[in-house]
């Protein structure tokens, strides 16, 4: 077996190292550092090409000349993460962080219009607080109604970086859940996401992380060096 490339995406840093089948760390582990941007309005946000370019960066380091080596690529990355994409899969808002504020005074009309705070906890088993991006979908359609007619994707941090790899829109059922619309069986819950204003069908697939497998896009494993 050959050399994974293993990514932690982090708020404030990504880091990356090749990793062989005993999980023993090959070679120097890398660390990009990443700036929340933000102001008085409570914002704390991740630009995303800036995010995207510090992946391939962090990926680049790390893999070095051993690209031959490398059979896959594992990413985690962090929750509570939202971007919205237009069809031209370009970014139509910044990334928001678990530190973002900005929505937070927004939240009793959310919960207004969930009317039901009880099931949503008991279907998804996200506490209703504001931090969750459901409430934030809800902010953003309130206050730019234009963007619903725009989105063709409502993103995790995680899913955004995968398409960049991958060309495909997916997530993992961890990341998925901090979006506080997946229900319990690892479904994107309807009701829940009506309530915000979006639609389900904008939402990415939901994968099992620990057994699903995605190819790399071959312009991709040409900027790695990949086999």
């Not at 312009?219 to 086999?227: F, K, Y």
Request: hydrophobic share 40%; proline share 5%.
């Amino acid at each position: 077996m050959g050399l994974m490339l293993s990514v932690d995406v982090g708020t404030t840093n990504i880091k990356a190292a090749l990793v062989d089948e005993d999980g023993r760390v090959v070679g120097v582990p890398c660390n990009v550092g990443m700036k929340i941007e933000g102001d008085t309005s409570g914002r704390a946000e991740h630009d995303p090409v800036k995010l995207r370019a510090a992946l391939f960066d962090v990926c680049q380091r790390a893999i070095g000349d051993r690209g031959g080596e490398v059979e896959g690529l594992a990413l985690t990355s962090y929750q509570f993460g939202l971007v919205l994409v237009d069809a031209d899969d370009q970014p139509l808002t910044q990334i928001s962080t678990f530190v973002d504020t900005k929505a937070q005074a927004h939240h009793p009309k959310f919960l207004k219009a969930i009317g039901n705070a009880d099931q949503m906890y008991l279907r998804t088993g996200c506490p209703p607080i504001f931090q969750y991006p459901s409430n934030r979908l809800h902010y953003l359609a309130n206050r730019e109604p234009e963007l619903l007619g725009k989105t063709a994707h409502v993103l995790d941090s995680k899913a955004f970086l995968m398409h960049a790899l991958t060309g495909e829109y997916f997530t993992d059922y961890s990341t998925a859940n901090s979006l506080g619309c997946l229900d319990v069986d690892g479904r994107w819950d309807a009701a829940i996401i009506g309530a915000t204003g979006f639609d389900p069908s904008l939402f990415p697939r939901v994968l099992d992380g620990f057994s699903e497998k995605v190819p790399l896009k071959d312009s991709v494993c040409a900027t790695l060096g990949l086999r």
